[in-house]
């Protein structure tokens, strides 16, 4: 078994910021020209996800209203009183949704689907620099 790491950075806005990231996983992947391994994608933070989405105008504003509904920003969140950050509900809406996603390799291909974007979600109230890991295993 062999691993490979790779990985790039990523500058956001914040306030759940979606970002494709799609275009920088292939590049780190394509770059080694194997045929089949597992990829895995991971994002380095408490308040930033990785996950998939069409990456449409319109699931770009559905995302987000869904989140909003589910961990509003304006709720008192007991997170606050520890460090009085004011981003309890980044924490929880990045701990939902999650961290990380898989990509079989599979015949020097990402199995991605046509309409599958791999994305990046900072939750948290102000403009961050992420570090994504790209770990791939053959
Ligand atoms: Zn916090």
């Given at each position: 078994m062999t691993i490979i790491n790779e990985k790039?950075?990523?500058n956001t806005k914040g306030?759940?910021?979606?970002?494709?990231?799609?275009?920088?996983v292939q590049q780190a992947v394509y770059s080694h020209s194997l045929q089949n391994a597992s990829v895995n994608v991971y994002v380095a933070g408490s308040t930033v996800s990785i996950t998939n989405i069409e990456f449409e105008p319109g699931l770009l504003?559905?995302?987000?209203?869904?989140?909003?509904?589910?961990?509003?920003?304006?709720?008192?969140?007991h997170h606050d009183e520890t460090w009085h950050d004011g981003?309890?509900?980044a924490h929880v809406r990045a701990s939902i949704i999650g961290n990380s996603t898989f990509v079989p390799l599979i015949d020097g291909a990402l199995q991605l689907g046509q309409w599958q974007q791999i994305v990046l979600i900072d939750f948290d109230n102000k403009?961050?620099?992420?570090?994504?890991?790209v770990q791939i295993v053959y």
């Open positions: 790039f950075s990523i306030n759940t910021d979606i970002v494709d990231i799609t275009k920088h504003v559905d995302l987000p209203e869904t989140l909003e509904k589910i961990a509003p920003a304006k709720m008192a969140y981003n309890g509900y403009a961050r620099t992420r570090t994504v890991y």
